[in-house]
């Protein structure tokens, strides 16, 4: 009897930790002693003066996120001057950081802090994502027809996908088998299959150009940002039709001081019971709860200028607008303002958090505010 009850014990124990497992978001543990950092690269925006000047800018997440450093980038034109920052992307397995520019992409050693390469490619670079393992990386051209599959130890292309699609926004997901190349000239986000390094299918239409998005971690859903909507549409990424379309009650559309739409960002919490929307007329993130079908607006948060991008930290405890603020999620309460060395307030819309274990990176966040539930 002892032992039957010991048995069942133990089966529900384990029950009880696959639930967990399940459920709870894909991060490694963190352990005394542990530096959690935010890498913050500008010029982020286009006023890289005001808001932050060149280079990678460091910051303390545990220690209040106070400023650490200022790690010197390349990415210069011709007369000298910093090009602004298009991307950013971070591998802990191979010790490197990502930076791209609308010319160029670099390669940076977490380690060292020193520039590897930085390397131009025909049309420009845009917004990239990065496979799990390091390897490859997805770079989109400036706005133009194609995608280099590039590799990410030497930054050579070894492939090329051309979906004509105005290449904007890139994302790897979690289990490195599929990449999500969304242009700003198109309705349709283009799937590819990273084995064969070929576009499979499309998720769309949705009711206008995809700008910024963000996918679930079992990338079953897609959430995107569109032209003319303050709001977003939701997509089933299996089926690759449109599920939702969730537009923000309460405001009004206005004008705006850059990308030329309501919304320009959007983020999961990584435990994906929220959805966090930008409003840059309104100069608001708009909260909605993901459990909902469609997901149900929340709340609003006020910020200090027109946010264009929303990320998270790793442990969902932290929320990084465009903006600068940092925002504690499960009060909704701007806690801290990211500030350089001078006290200047930063602003960047390419941000990642890096995880360093006796100075090894052993884990990195990602710049799109991804789903985290395997």
């Given at each position: 009897m002892k032992r039957k009850c010991l048995q069942i014990g133990i089966l529900a124990l384990i029950c009880i930790v696959c639930g967990i497992l399940d459920t709870a978001p894909q991060t490694l543990a963190q352990v005394p002693g542990d530096r959690v950092l935010l890498y913050v690269a500008t010029p982020g925006v286009r006023n890289y003066l005001e808001y932050g000047g060149h280079g990678l800018l460091v910051f303390d997440i545990v220690n209040d996120h106070k400023f650490v450093k200022r790690i010197p980038l390349g990415g210069l034109d011709e007369q000298g001057k910093p090009m602004n920052v298009k991307g950013v992307c971070a591998n802990p397995n191979t010790d490197r950081m990502y930076v791209s520019t609308i010319k160029s992409l670099q390669c940076v050693d977490l380690k060292s802090e020193k520039l590897l390469w930085e390397k131009s490619y025909p049309g420009g670079c845009d917004r990239m994502s990065m496979t799990p393992d390091g390897k490859f990386i997805y770079l989109p051209s400036l706005e133009g027809p194609h995608w280099h599959v590039v590799e990410a130890d030497q930054g050579n292309s070894v492939a090329k996908l051309e979906p004509n699609s105005g290449a904007h926004n890139t994302i790897v997901g979690l289990d490195g088998k599929w990449a999500y190349l969304a242009g700003l000239k198109s309705p349709y986000l283009s799937i590819v299959d990273h084995a064969s390094k070929t576009i499979t299918r499309t998720c769309g239409p949705f009711a206008h150009s995809i700008r910024p998005f963000t996918v679930n971690g079992n990338q079953s859903k897609c959430y995107v940002c569109i032209n003319e909507l303050l709001g977003f549409e939701v997509g089933d990424l299996l089926s690759g039709k449109k599920l939702a379309r969730v537009e923000v009650a309460g405001f009004s559309k206005g004008p705006v001081k850059r990308h030329g739409c309501p919304s320009h960002g959007i983020g999961?919490?990584?435990d994906e019971k929220e959805v966090w929307v930008v409003d840059a007329f309104n100069q608001k993130l708009h909260i909605f709860d993901n459990r909902a079908t469609p997901p149900k607006q929340l709340q609003s948060?006020?910020?200090?200028?027109?946010?264009?991008w929303i990320t998270f930290s790793l442990d969902g405890r932290w929320?990084?607008?465009?903006?600068?603020?940092?925002?504690e999620v499960a009060s909704r309460k701007i806690a801290y303002q990211l500030t350089d060395e001078t006290g200047a307030k930063v602003q960047s819309e390419k941000m990642v958090q890096i995880v360093l274990r006796a100075g090894d990176?052993?884990?990195?966040g990602d710049q799109f505010g991804l789903g985290r539930i395997p």
């Open positions: 999961l919490t990584p948060i006020s910020l200090r200028d027109e946010p264009g929320a990084y607008p465009s903006t600068g603020e940092v925002i990176p052993t884990l990195a």
